[in-house]
């Protein structure tokens, strides 16, 4: 049969168009906690053969401690600059899929950088979906406050304006990691697809 000679990572033809639409890009996760970066990133990335890197994880790898540990020990501003640096690093000019934590899109110089030099998705997801998804774990200091779901909505006051400058926004809702995955591929086949005729005209 032809099928058994067919290698079972070929690439589609969809996903071909993508890789090559994206060059040497990184494509970069933005979005508030429980949105889904780190979740739905792996699935993008096992789908595209692409490497997926998690800007947080690799904080924890460079501090040597939890996230909870570094703000607990050297505080957020500590926090935030290693973040800085470490997504500076991540941004090699390799493609990859790339999940940031929440806050790293607010720092001027990182968006900057993703902005000019990557391809950017927010996912966005209502208040209801993100409480019900971060109340799982307490591994959040941002949210370790008296009130969790009040300081959720004043991040998304004071963040969504800036997530929204990113280049795809995806809708994060009830439904599978795997259909915001594939709803995630589409809408970057479109954006690409999008720059390859501006640029051609
Ligand atoms: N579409 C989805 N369907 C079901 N569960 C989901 C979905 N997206 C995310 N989740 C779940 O929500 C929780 C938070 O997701 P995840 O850790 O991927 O978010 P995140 O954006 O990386 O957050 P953080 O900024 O805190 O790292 C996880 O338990 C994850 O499995
Ligand atoms: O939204 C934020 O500012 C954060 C989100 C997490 O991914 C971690 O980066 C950290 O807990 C801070
Ligand atoms: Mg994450």
């Known amino acids: ?50 490497p997926f890197i998690d800007a947080d994880a690799e904080i ?16 957020e501003a500590y926090f935030r600059d290693g973040e800085r640096r470490v997504i500076r690093r991540l941004l090699d000019g390799n493609p990859k899929v790339l999940a940031t934590g929440g806050g790293a899109f607010m720092n001027e110089e990182t968006r900057s950088a993703i902005l000019e030099g990557a391809v950017s998705i927010w996912l966005r997801a209502e208040l209801d979906v993100l409480m019900a998804r971060v109340r799982k774990r307490a591994n959040r200091p941002l949210l370790q406050t008296a009130d969790p779901e009040g300081t959720m909505r004043q991040l998304m006051t004071d963040r969504y304006p800036v997530y929204a400058l990113a280049n795809v926004h995806i809708l994060s809702r009830d439904v599978t990691h795997e259909v915001v995955a594939d709803e995630t591929i589409e809408a970057l086949l479109a954006f690409l697809a999008a720059e390859g005729s501006a640029q051609e005209s």
């Open 1 to 50: 049969m032809i099928e058994s000679i067919v290698p079972e990572t070929e690439s589609t033809e969809p996903e071909a168009a993508l890789i090559a639409g994206l060059g040497s890009r990184a494509i970069v996760l933005v979005g508030l906690m429980g949105a889904g970066k780190t979740s739905v990133g792996k699935r993008i990335a096992t789908k595209l053969h692409l």
């Open 60 to 75: 924890e790898k460079a501090a040597d401690a939890t996230i909870p540990e570094i703000f607990a020990q050297h505080g």
